[in-house]
């Protein structure tokens, strides 16, 4: 499957400690971005890496990638309870001349306070 | 504001009755997409547009149907809804093949 496949399926942490979360994929990408998703509403675009970059931040957000071993990495910063939601890593794929998103599961954030 | 509107938000309709929900974005994007949630199984993409008239299946498509005759609208239409379509729809739409998604709201669907 070319899809992201998050890890893990759920997080669960109190507030201020970090949170982190793992994206692996199977092909090559062009880039990879990074969504969430609180309950039932539509997905927010946090941040896009490109596939010569390895590390970018936004914020309390820090992404890592490796395209050696296919993965990414979503770091959490002093988390909050505003934080709770699904987060989604998207590789993106040319297919056809067009960028493809192929979304994964998910990992579920729970940030308690 | 920009953003990706769709409607309804929320739809009850009984299976073989003709319905479409709207998509419609105000960003000139090109690249537009209809993804459906199902619990489990995360999104999964039923059409995509590259432009106006330029259509494809994504990995999802039977049972629907879509169009883009103007840039800025993608509806998507299910001519003969089955229970085995509900789910939560959503919209999205992206400036360029690299650039990240705006999404819609959301259309819950219950076919019964």
């Known amino acids: 499957s070319q899809q992201g496949e998050e890890d893990p399926q759920a997080l669960s942490i109190q507030e201020g400690e970090n949170a982190t979360m793992n994206c692996s994929y199977k092909?090559?990408?062009?880039?990879l971005q990074w969504y969430r998703q609180n309950s039932g509403r539509g997905l927010v675009h946090l941040i896009l890496i490109r596939s010569n970059e390895r590390e970018k931040h936004s914020g309390r957000l820090r992404v890592t990638l490796d395209t050696s071993k296919k993965s990414s990495s979503l770091l959490i910063t002093a988390s909050r309870a505003a934080d709770t939601a699904s987060y989604f890593c998207?590789?993106?794929?040319?297919?056809?001349?067009?960028?493809?998103?192929?979304f994964g599961a998910g990992t579920r954030l729970a940030v308690h306070p | 504001e920009a953003q990706v509107t769709q409607n309804p938000r929320y739809l009850i309709t009984v299976t073989g009755k003709k319905l479409t929900v709207t998509c419609s974005q105000n960003m000139n994007h090109e690249y537009m997409s209809w993804y459906r949630q199902d619990p489990g199984l995360g999104l999964r993409q039923i059409y995509y547009?590259?432009?106006?008239?330029?259509?494809d299946k994504g990995d999802v498509p039977e049972g629907y149907k879509v169009s883009r005759k103007e840039k800025r609208n993608f509806p998507l239409i299910l001519e003969s809804p089955s229970p085995n379509q509900t789910s939560l729809y959503f919209c999205?739409?992206?400036?360029?093949?690299?650039?990240?998604?705006?999404f819609g709201s959301g259309t819950r669907l219950t076919v019964v």
């Open positions: 999205a739409s992206s400036l360029a093949r690299q650039d990240g998604y705006t």
């Open positions: 092909t090559s990408i062009n880039n």
């Open positions: 998207a590789p993106i794929f040319l297919s056809g001349g067009y960028n493809k998103l192929i």
């Open positions: 547009s590259m432009n106006v008239e330029v259509t």
